[in-house]
């Protein structure tokens, strides 16, 4: 089996679909690469793209998207509800056949310094890739956000680890990594009081206390006039689905307000519904290739 590594860049753009097909496009035209899903969020402005493929494709592929994103994204005018440092947020490479997270790693020092050194664009690097224990956790390295980090940059502590340690005029910073597979998920509620949404946010985050591997915010969806926990698996096989999901459901109780639904962005393992659908049906002897689509 050849080598093969998935690549999920986040764009700072959920509203416009001609800025985003664009985006799209630049994954599109590399050959090696194949695009698995695009998720965009209006109230979140922002957008997904989850692709897989060749190693060196794959870079080339997020390069390209950083460059279109950088044209096509001014962070001047940007507003939504997901923290965000730049047009280009994140780009995370994820080990899925015959390659290490060593390998990842180098794959992200190479294309930081591309990204810094190309399109004058300062790159912190996170998660496995990260050089210094602050900057594990992408919520540590978003610190302040796309505003705050237009100061905060010039700080001994804030230096990029590539690029020039100012702020791109218009496309902001971006963050790059090497990671497990991670879970974004969204709990809705049947409310408009954000702050209940963020109180059951600190009751889960590992951060505050709760699950390991959990981060969460509690959020304002406007169009829906809904407050909503987004929440960030790191590793659905430390802390489950549906064990987040009891717990959100329980806490949201307390203040009188049911859960309406949830969501999955992006792409999710099998293995995590086949655990949430053991959890709830009480399954008894199950076997993941009872599974028919396994069996194809």
Do not use: W
């Not at 950088?70 to 280009?88: F, K, N, S, W």
């Not at 700080?155 to 990029?160: A, K, L, S, Y």
């Amino acid at each position: 089996m050849a080598k093969l590594v998935e690549c999920v860049p986040n764009f700072s753009e959920g509203r416009r679909p001609e800025v985003i097909a664009a985006i799209v496009n630049e994954v599109k035209n590399v050959e090696g690469v194949t695009l698995l899903n695009v998720n965009s969020d209006g109230s979140h402005n922002r957008t997904v793209v989850t692709f897989v493929g060749d190693p060196q494709a794959a870079k080339l592929a997020a390069f390209n998207a950083c460059t279109k994103a950088a044209e096509l994204i001014d962070m001047e005018q940007h507003q939504g509800e997901h923290p965000r440092v730049g047009a280009t947020d994140v780009i995370p490479f994820i080990p899925v056949s015959e390659i290490t997270m060593e390998e990842c790693i180098q794959l992200a020092n190479e294309l930081g310094r591309e990204i810094g050194e190309k399109l004058n664009i300062p790159v912190y690097l996170y998660e496995a890739a990260a050089k210094t224990p602050a900057r594990v956790k992408l919520p540590d390295v978003r610190k302040g956000e796309y505003e705050g980090l237009k100061t905060a940059i010039t700080t001994p502590e804030r230096q990029p680890d590539y690029g020039p340690a100012r702020m791109h005029p218009a496309a902001g910073a971006t963050v790059v990594g090497a990671r497990q597979f991670l879970i974004a998920y969204n709990i809705n509620l049947s409310t408009s009081d954000v702050n209940i949404a963020k109180k059951i946010a600190g009751s889960i985050r590992e951060a505050k206390g709760g699950y390991k591997f959990c981060r969460a915010m509690g959020v304002m969806i406007e169009e829906r006039n809904m407050a909503q926990v987004t929440i960030n698996m790191v590793d659905y096989t430390g802390t489950p689905l549906h064990r987040v999901f009891e717990t959100v459901k329980s806490e949201a109780a307390r203040y009188g307000v049911n859960v309406i639904g949830s969501e999955i962005v992006g792409m999710v393992p099998l293995q995590a519904l086949i655990d949430t659908a053991d959890f709830y049906l009480r399954l008894e002897g199950f076997d993941r290739k009872q599974v028919l689509e396994e069996n194809l």
